[in-house]
């Protein structure tokens, strides 16, 4: 079976190693991906951060999972397809946000995996829900805020089995 690189995409107040991509990436590490995560630090536009992402992800080669935090959700998603990942798993996506629904990227036509806080006090956990009934994504809903911070173990390993069952699927 041939393991995927992920590639992280942080939110607009985080950076590109922050608490969660940290954990995510040493799991994933652990389970013998490469990881990359981009910086958009200083880009507040998500268009020019899913293009910073689409660039990057030109020197990979092998199969690719978009892994993105709230905004980094939204960039993740807009890449998806320009890029040809395989698999998308977001947290907290600000999807449909108010004033900015038109910019909610279509859903690319791979599996997509989201994890939402009930308690997000930043993106209703309502617009994950609409996103996921739109194209039959695989959804949770945690006992969390928007940060997801105490929810990493969760997180790691939803995380863990979407990469194994996407990497079989693609390997078969």
């Not at 991509?21 to 507040?44: E, N, V």
């Not at 946000?97 to 997000?120: K, N, Q, S």
Request: charged share 20%; hydrophobic share 40%.
């Amino acid at each position: 079976m041939s393991l995927p690189t992920i590639v992280f995409s942080h939110g607009s107040e985080s950076g590109p190693w922050g608490s969660k991509i940290r954990a995510m990436s040493g799991m994933a590490k652990g389970l013998g991906c490469a990881i990359d995560s981009i910086d958009y630090q200083g880009i507040a536009d998500p268009t020019e951060r899913a293009d910073k992402l689409t660039g990057a992800c030109e020197s990979i080669s092998g199969d690719i999972i978009l892994v993105g935090s709230s905004m980094g959700g939204h960039v993740a998603a807009a890449a998806a397809t320009p890029v040809e990942a395989i698999g998308l798993f977001v947290l907290a996506p600000a999807f449909y946000m108010p004033g900015y629904e038109e910019l909610t990227p279509l859903p690319p036509r791979i599996p997509i995996e989201i994890v939402h806080g009930w308690g997000d006090e930043i993106v209703p956990p309502e617009n994950s829900i609409r996103y996921a009934r739109e194209c039959a994504a695989t959804l949770h809903l945690l006992n969390g805020d928007h940060r997801l911070t105490n929810n990493i173990d969760e997180i790691n390993f939803f995380l863990e089995r979407f990469i194994i069952r996407i990497s079989v699927r693609e390997s078969a």
